[in-house]
């Protein structure tokens, strides 16, 4: 496990330079196809062995086990063991907090704007 904390410091989110390039709708459509690459083509939704076939497609080749596993617990919330597309893309935008505090203030600043009318 300690070889995927190092794993884990060394990320860098890509996910906010995304947005800003491609968009809201475009960013939608690229957690899409990163969606399509994971899932099990059969199942329609991400599970443990199309996770791990899958992952070196996204550079996540040197992971354990666990860690996949963990993936897959984290965004799972109907607790079926698998990741659906929206679980998928819930878990891509948590896992991107830079994202999140955009998306924060973007809605802050829209209720703002919202009251300011009344």
Wanted: with cysteine.
């Amino acid at each position: 496990m300690a070889s995927s904390q190092n794993q884990n410091s060394n990320f860098q989110d890509f996910l906010p330079l995304m947005a800003n390039k491609l968009g809201g709708d475009g960013l939608i459509g690229e957690l899409c196809n990163g969606f399509n690459l994971l899932m099990d083509g059969e199942k329609g939704v991400i599970t443990f062995d199309s996770l791990k076939k899958n992952s070196a497609l996204l550079g996540l080749q040197d992971f354990s086990d666990d860690d996949l596993r963990g993936m897959l617990k984290e965004g799972d919330f109907d607790g079926d063991g698998a990741l659906n597309q929206m679980e998928f893309c819930v878990l891509m935008f948590r896992l991107s907090p830079e994202l999140m505090e955009e998306s924060q203030f973007l809605l802050e600043e829209a209720l703002l704007q919202e009251f300011k009318d009344y």
